[in-house]
Each structure stands twice: as C-alpha cells, then as structure tokens.
C-alpha cells in the first residue's frame, strides 16, 4: 500500500508561480514512477509530468519549459514546480505512484488539489 497526500494548490494570477507537493508514504520501495496528472472540467484526466525510480523525467508538450517535477528522497515527497502559470493550467492536479510488475502493477492516487490561474 501507498499513500499519498497533496498540498500546494491555489488561486493565481496568469504568468505566476506554484509549487505542488506530494507526501508519500507506505511501502515506497515498490514505487516504479511518481507522477502528476491533472483534469479539467469537462476533460480527460492527463499525464502533466513523471520522474520514474532511475530519475529520468518526462512531460506533457503543453508543459515543457514551464513545469519541473523533482522530489526529495529525504523526505519521500515529490514536488511539481509550476511557473509562468497560464489559465489553461486550471485543472485538479493529482499526485500517482505507479506499483508492482504485471499482473501486479497498481497505480494509487492522492485525493487531488485545484490550481486555478485567472487571467
């Protein structure tokens, strides 16, 4: 089992800054890749960033340059740094630990946390 918790969301204005957190805690050995997904209203819920066990990252094209995932094994958290914000970023973003090999792979989700970013 994994658990997840998210911080960081909020309200701000076009070309700011925000910095998610991810918490995560459990059996964090079985972890393959940390990732953020965000959904919109009305949208599919999409890959925005992912940081896999070997650290190699990768991104959502509408995000690339604008938005880091990194995390701080000290204190088993992820992070998603998100500048220059624009209103298309408004979304639930949520926290994913993606488990297991095969017949066992498990994704586990934190409960999610809403950036809005007003124009």
């Known amino acids: 089992q994994v658990q997840l918790v998210e911080s960081g969301g909020g309200l701000v204005q076009a070309g700011g800054s925000l910095r998610l957190s991810c918490a995560v805690s459990g059996s964090i050995f079985s972890i393959n890749t940390m990732g953020w997904y965000r959904q919109a209203p009305g949208k599919q819920r999409e890959l925005v960033a992912a940081i896999a066990s070997g650290g190699s990252t990768n991104y959502a094209d509408s995000v690339k340059g604008r938005f880091t995932i990194y995390r701080d094994n000290a204190k088993n958290t992820v992070y998603l740094q998100m500048n220059s914000l624009k209103p298309e970023d408004t979304a639930v973003y949520y926290c994913?630990?993606?488990?297991?090999?095969?017949?066992?792979?498990?994704?586990?989700w934190g409960q999610g946390t809403q950036v809005t970013v007003s124009s």
């Open positions: 994913n630990a993606n488990t297991g090999w095969g017949a066992y792979e498990h994704d586990y």
